[in-house]
């Protein structure tokens, strides 16, 4: 019953930006925690950012580089990626915790398709 709808990926150069988006239907979107999560290939699925009504979070890699926002008029979440590293390279999830923020990446209720970031060096 919940979608997640991501757009905006893309390929960029080293050093260039970035904003994804994340439209979601069939929950209460105000109350519900938003993440990011990034996925490389052979690596395991990392955080990234999450926000819920009154708190934000990230990963320590991307701290001062991404910012994650949201609009609840709009039901949408958004990641804003500046200074784009080879290493940020991978497909970006979104997801949808119902109850509140979710402490295991198994937690989390609902993903979105994945977007592909590719940042060319």
């Known amino acids: 019953q919940v979608q997640l709808v991501e757009s905006g990926g893309g390929l960029v150069q080293a050093g260039g930006s970035l904003r994804l988006s994340c439209t979601a239907s069939g929950l209460t979107f105000a109350g519900a925690a938003m993440g990011w999560f990034r996925q490389a290939p052979g690596k395991e699925r990392e955080f990234v950012a999450a926000?819920?009504?009154?708190?934000?979070y990230y990963g320590d890699s991307v701290k001062g580089r991404f910012t994650i926002s949201r609009d609840n008029a709009k039901n949408t979440v958004y990641l804003q990626m500046n200074s784009l590293k080879p290493e940020d390279t991978a497909v970006y999830y979104c997801?949808?915790?119902?109850?509140?923020?979710?402490?295991?990446?198994?937690?989390?209720?609902?993903w979105g398709q994945g977007t592909q970031v590719t940042v060319s060096s």
């Open positions: 997801a949808a915790g119902v109850t509140g923020m979710p402490l295991r990446i198994g937690d989390w209720d609902s």
């Open positions: 926000i819920t009504r009154n708190s934000i």
